[in-house]
């Protein structure tokens, strides 16, 4: 299928962002992405003249305030941005009625189920930023009822700061680290994730998805702890020559943070699979190819 309109992702400093437009790029899919100062999401004025500005036939919202421990002290801050940044931009959308695909997490749950969480369990957020993304998704699909909500889990890419680059930097200055081992999860490539929001996109543009809304789960295809990935990124690593550290695993009581992190963060993709036909790859694989890249990139900066 050939795009005209083009896609309009907000939120242009973030890793899935920066995936989203390279993955374009290899497609020849026509993408934009914005963030300030061409488009606030706080400021409704500016969504609007984003809106005609780009007339987008569809638009990703992978715009968040996503400090996790941070948003613990200014609560405002990340309201803002996730619930009424959301709902503004939720509130355009619908007004042209543009497709909106609105990005959320795997912090809307508690973490207490023994079992992956399916897209209609109950919520109930263990932090402010689990709170205020809950709320986005609700005001989204109260403003928009043909938006699409896409939870994810664990994101990680060869860009910005994230576990993954976060580990391999540690690495590097100190020879043991760690990791806690009591939380689990499906970690997600961005770029997987990416790749898998174009073929959503397409579906959703062409009309055949248009009264398919609703909150789908989307991320890696397994899961594990912060520990095993850990070790998975560091043998990965060590393949290609990389020093690996000593792994001590932990528990979640043992690194206390600010804000409680759900002990079972595991979820069940399988609506999005029997629906768009989108499945990602095992985790496992993921983080492979991530690796290769960042070690590669490395390299030619050396150069």
């Not at 007339?55 to 992978?62: E, K, L, S």
């Not at 941070?70 to 990340?78: G, L, M, S, T």
């Not at 999860?185 to 961005?190: E, H, L």
Request: aromatic share 6%; proline share 6%; glycine share 6%.
């Amino acid at each position: 299928m050939t795009i005209a309109a083009p896609i309009l992702v907000v939120g242009k400093s973030g890793q899935l962002a920066r995936c989203l437009f390279e993955a374009a790029g290899r497609r020849n899919i026509p993408l934009i992405v914005a963030g300030r100062p061409d488009v606030d999401i706080e400021q409704l004025e500016s969504i609007d003249r984003a809106l005609t500005t780009f007339c987008p036939g569809i638009i990703i919202n992978a715009a968040a305030y996503t400090a996790v421990d941070k948003a613990e002290a200014e609560p405002e801050r990340c309201y803002a941005v996730n619930h009424a940044g959301a709902r503004q931009l939720a509130e355009a959308a619908s007004r042209r009625d543009v497709p909106l695909i609105h990005v959320s997490t795997d912090y809307v749950f508690d973490g207490q189920k023994p079992s992956p969480y399916s897209e209609e369990d109950p919520t109930a957020p263990l932090g402010v930023y689990g709170r205020s993304k809950l709320e986005g998704d609700q005001a989204v699909l109260a403003e928009h009822p043909k938006a699409l909500i896409l939870r994810t889990s664990w994101v990680y890419s060869v860009y910005g700061s994230n576990f993954v680059t976060t580990m391999l930097r540690l690495a590097q200055s100190q020879p043991s680290l760690r990791v806690v081992d009591d939380q689990i999860g499906c970690p997600t490539s961005a770029h997987d994730l990416a790749a898998a929001l174009l073929d959503i996109s397409t579906e959703l543009l062409g009309g055949e998805g248009r009264h398919l809304a609703g909150i789908y789960h989307l991320s890696g295809t397994g899961q594990t702890t912060w520990y095993r990935l850990a070790a998975e990124i560091f043998a990965s690593a060590k393949a290609h020559g990389q020093q690996e550290p000593d792994l001590v695993a932990i528990k979640t009581a043992d690194y206390p943070t600010r804000a409680r992190r759900p002990p079972n963060s595991v979820l069940n993709c399988t609506k999005v699979d029997q629906t768009f036909g989108v499945k990602l790859p095992p985790w496992q694989t993921s983080v492979t190819t991530c690796i290769k890249r960042l070690l590669k990139k490395e390299e030619l900066q050396r150069c």
